[in-house]
């Protein structure tokens, strides 16, 4: 069935070092890759995608890649504050049908100032 | 930006009691997801709701779970008996018809099940 693999599970880095959190995906029909911070009782919030056409995507210190063949995609956090410290969430979808999301195990990062 | 509202943010019940959990999704989307997190763990899909009907469901929506659009603005969440295992937090989340592939979550019900 649909799965989707994530890792490491807990992580910690100094502030200002950078933060790499990978997934791997099972569905090889997936096309959309969404990636959530959850901090501690709230909801999760959608900080990038990308999406299938795309081998990398940018956002100031957050970046995301994509390699298709291999069905692999990594968060990116460079210069990290100890603000980035929550669960990370990575998921695959199908811009198509339900487009229901399957998400990873999460990674929880600690920033330690 | 709109959001995605969900009442009560906590529910403690008793095993075998029926709970309904609320919704209210973003105005003008018109996809509708229930998911749920157990602690620590990580976040389920348990159903997918579009034009009035169920599009989807895992293997954890069994027939003690039922989904309802009342009316044009609420999307709850019933379950029938609930199980100490049915503790957990439950998002709703809703995704608009041409926007992409974005789905925006609500802020999650806490349910626990003594």
């Known amino acids: 069935g649909e799965n989707v693999e994530q890792h490491p599970s807990t992580l910690s880095v100094q502030e200002g070092d950078s933060a790499v959190i990978k997934c791997t995906y099972s569905?090889?029909?997936?096309?959309?890759f969404p990636w959530y911070k959850q901090e501690l009782g709230k909801r999760p919030q959608l900080i990038i995608d990308?999406?299938?056409?795309?081998g990398e995507k940018k956002d100031q210190r957050i970046a995301v890649t994509l390699n298709k063949t291999a069905k692999h995609f990594s968060l990116h956090i460079t210069e990290t504050q100890p603000e980035d410290s929550a669960v990370y969430f990575c998921?695959?979808?199908?811009?198509?049908?339900?487009?229901?999301?399957?998400f990873g195990t999460g990674t929880r990062l600690k920033v330690l100032a | 930006e709109p959001e995605v509202t969900q009442t009560p943010s906590h529910q403690v019940t008793q095993m075998g009691q029926e709970v309904i959990l609320r919704c209210v999704p973003i105005s003008n989307h018109l996809y509708f997801y229930w998911y749920r997190q157990i602690l620590g763990q990580k976040v389920e899909f348990l159903v997918s709701?579009?034009?009035?009907?169920?599009?989807?469901k895992s293997e954890i929506f069994d027939d003690q779970f039922s989904v309802e659009r009342p009316d044009g603005s609420n999307f709850t969440l019933k379950i029938r008996s609930t199980k100490l295992e049915d503790s957990a937090m439950y998002f709703c989340?809703?995704?608009?018809?041409?926007?992409?592939?974005?789905?925006?979550f609500g802020s999650g019900t806490q349910l626990s099940v003594l």
């Open positions: 989340a809703s995704k608009s018809k041409g926007g992409g592939e974005k789905l925006f």
């Open positions: 998921a695959a979808s199908m811009a198509s049908g339900t487009y229901k999301y399957i």
């Open positions: 709701f579009y034009n009035n009907e169920i599009s989807e």
């Open positions: 990308i999406r299938s056409n795309v």
């Open positions: 569905d090889s029909a997936s096309n959309y």
